[in-house]
């Protein structure tokens, strides 16, 4: 049983997420560089920085989708090693949202969220689509269950997503540029729903330059360059004072 009596202590403690001295190489190319980081459960951490740098890498390595190579991840208190039970248990802690949404085309936003729970979660299938339903109404697309994914905007095929990841209860959510593929009018409806998360308590790691939603919900911003953290601060310092030039010059070039 991975569930140990000594995890389920850990995974109440503060500490959400821990990366220590963490390193990624693609072959000889140097990704991720050094990284430490400790997010505390309910925090919200917003990151940003130049295309290229490594945020997807490093977001990507805190549910395994990639895999880091020196240092040491540890997420509600299970280590990311090579025991599948332990990648197993981390996964099912963390929802993962994609900015290019990545649901199922063939079939409907109700059975793309029911999916998980009836296969993974071995719910019936009544009880799934109540708890389907119950998150789609969360993020304001209850009536669009029984169309197919296509058929809906962008704003809406990602609050699907969402609401997907949100059936499976994670207790950590990671987003990877949500709305960096969508129109400006479909923007707002997908950070309020983000909004709403925070509000409500739900740790998370963001990706994005969406500054006015960074300044509204983030504990901590933290600045990447080059696959190292640069910087980090609360958002006000973070925006009226930052300290290295290489922050400077990329705020300069988004704000
Ligand atoms: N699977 C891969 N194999 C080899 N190189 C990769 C792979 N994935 C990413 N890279 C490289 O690693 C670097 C970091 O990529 P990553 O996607 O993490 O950057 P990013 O900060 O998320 O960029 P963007 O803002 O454009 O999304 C880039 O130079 C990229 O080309
Ligand atoms: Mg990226």
Redesign the pocket.
Known sequence: MVNTSEQQENQKSAVAIKLEGVHKW??A?H?LKNINLTVQRSERIIIC??????????I?CINRL?KHQRGMIRVDGTELDDDIKHIEQVRRNIGMVF?QFNLFPHLTVLENCCLALIWVLKKPRKEAEAIALNYLERVKVVDQAFKYPGHLSGGQQQRVAIARSLCMNPSIMLF??PTSALDPEMIKEVLDVMVDLAQDGMTMIC?THEMGFARTVADRVLF?DS?EIIEENDPENFFSNPQSERTKLFLGQIL
């Open positions: 693609y072959g190319f990704v920085g130049p295309s290229g740098c490594g945020k997807s890498t490093l990507r990639e900015q990877d540029e990706v990447m696959g």
